[in-house]
């Protein structure tokens, strides 16, 4: 039963476990903000790294946390600083390094402190991180803040949903430390916007990955383009490859990228909350329904903006809600996407690589450092 795959729960789970992590941070508060008041005050640039889905969380906040404290924040994957440190650090850098991490246990995301550590003249490390056990919890020492998230984020399955989700919104909650019991609000709006979207439209979901498409493109706008980045990876990685995926800007689309659509193609649209962003999207969501056949088509909104779609999911809340919050409630829809298009193609998506080519937790990186 559906019921019993990891990856359903993780999926299910996501609104009730981004409340607890709110809660654990606001227990936390004074730490956190003492300690990134201390390097924030002494001008140490931000720097979010990750690997995969976690290298993915900083781009969509490089854009989404620009009315944050962290404005300016640079998202720089742990594959680039290990294999070349020095292209982004020096004795005279003063950096503040937030790691995403799955299982803090990943090659890349260890040596990267190492490297980083190596490297920058001075440093400071916030790791955000699901795992109790992993190798970067376990790190300590006088520049090191760990946020440990709710056990129930270091998901089981293969593809990473609830632990992506979370992650991405703690990062947001503590560069809003000094709001967030204000803020709680906001975060409980989202939850439970995402848990009647997804009782609201999973059917609808599930029905959609009956149709027979062999590619999927992605787009946003700002933080929704970095959604839409980890959104492609959900569906490609869940069917194995078989469905190959793409993600682009709404604009930046129509500059070569758009040759990737026909008839076969699933396009999703992760629609701005924000006017003045939305008729970009809109114009272009209208200039290919005028002119390519496609197999599919999906709006992901805040509010239905009136174009013709297969299925348009919407999520509800205001679009005075700050991007850093509301960009998150959107991941789901790819992730049931995934989910459903790997069972009805004979995958389990707890497991879904047959081929072997990617698993849990990276193998056969070998550091050089």
Not at 74 to 89: G, K, M, N, S, V
């Amino acid at each position: 039963m559906i019921q019993d795959l990891y990856t359903y729960k993780e999926i299910k789970q996501q609104p009730k476990v981004w409340l607890e992590a709110c809660e654990t941070i606001l227990k936390q508060k004074n730490q956190i903000k003492a300690f990134l008041d201390k390097y924030i005050s002494e001008g140490f640039e931000i720097v979010m790294t990750g690997a995969g889905t976690s290298a993915y969380i900083g781009d969509a906040l490089e854009c989404a946390l620009f009315d944050t404290p962290f404005r300016g924040a640079r998202a720089i994957a742990t594959t680039d600083i290990l294999t070349a440190p020095e292209f982004y650090f020096n004795q005279d850098s003063k950096v503040l390094l937030i790691s995403f991490a799955r299982s803090g246990n990943s090659p890349e995301s260890i040596g990267a402190v190492k490297a980083a550590d190596a490297t920058a003249g001075r440093i400071a490390h916030v790791f955000i991180t699901c795992n109790a056990d992993g190798a970067l919890a376990k790190r300590k020492g006088d520049n090191i803040l760990c946020i440990l998230l709710p056990p129930e984020t270091n998901d089981l399955s293969l593809a990473m949903t609830s632990s992506y989700s979370t992650m991405l919104l703690s990062c947001s909650m503590i560069a809003n430390i000094d709001r967030l019991e204000k803020d709680r609000e906001l975060i409980a709006t989202v939850a439970a916007s995402v848990k009647a979207a997804m009782g609201k439209y999973e059917s609808d979901i599930e029905k959609l990955t009956h149709r027979d498409f062999k590619r999927a493109i992605f787009l946003g706008s700002g933080p929704l383009q970095g959604v839409a980045e980890e959104s492609r990876l959900k569906l490609q990685e869940l069917t194995d490859g078989a469905v190959m995926c793409a993600f682009d800007s709404f604009l930046g689309f129509r500059h070569g990228p758009k040759a990737l659509v026909n008839p076969e193609s699933l396009l999703v649209y992760l629609v701005s909350p924000i006017e003045r962003i939305r008729r970009y999207e809109l114009d272009l969501i209208k200039q290919i329904q005028a002119t390519n056949k496609v197999t599919a088509s999906v709006v992901v909104c805040t509010k239905d903006p009136g174009v013709n779609a297969d299925l348009c999911v919407e999520l509800g809340f205001s679009e005075d809600m700050p991007a850093c919050y509301g960009c998150v409630a959107y991941v789901f829809v790819a992730q049931m996407l995934g989910m459903f298009k790997s069972i009805n193609s004979g995958l389990n998506p707890d497991t879904p690589s047959v081929s072997g080519n990617i698993s849990r937790v990276v193998e056969g990186v070998t550091l050089y450092i």
